[in-house]
Nanobody, 115 residues
Framework: QVQLVESGGGLVQPGGSLRLSCAAA????????MGWYRQAPGKQRELVAG???????NYAEAVKGRFTISRDNTKNTVYLGMNSLKPEDTAVYYC?????????WGQGTQVTVSS
């Protein structure tokens, strides 16, 4: 059974930093794309950043220059480094992993940016 375990969320002051991790267990097929999404209260879930199997990355305009996505294929893990956090970054952050046969979501981790 596939399981994605997220960690690293929490409460941080504006301008602060956090690093999210998402480790996938039980995956037997090739992992293709890995990504991070977020959903704020009353809003739709949106893509924050993605990374391909070859390391190509893409970012939402709102986080470009502040967030960095990376992956460790030996650990089936994807990371999201977040710097210069703003109150509008407050949301539940979800990782998503896409294999050659299916996609899987993490359970979500809360990120709150507030003074």
């Amino acid at each position: 059974q596939v399981q994605l375990v997220e960690s690293g969320g929490g409460l941080v002051q504006p301008g602060g930093s956090l690093r999210l991790s998402c480790a996938a267990a039980g995956i037997t097929f090739t992992i293709l794309h890995m990504g991070w999404y977020r959903q704020a209260p009353g809003k739709q879930r949106e893509l924050v950043a993605g990374i391909s199997s070859r390391g190509g990355t893409n970012y939402a305009e709102a986080v470009k220059g502040r967030f960095t996505i990376s992956r460790d294929n030996t650990k089936n893990t994807v990371y999201l480094g977040m710097n210069s956090l703003k109150p509008e970054d407050t949301a539940v952050y979800y990782c998503k992993i896409e294999t050659s046969v299916s996609g899987y979501w993490g359970q979500g981790t809360q990120v709150t940016v507030s003074s």
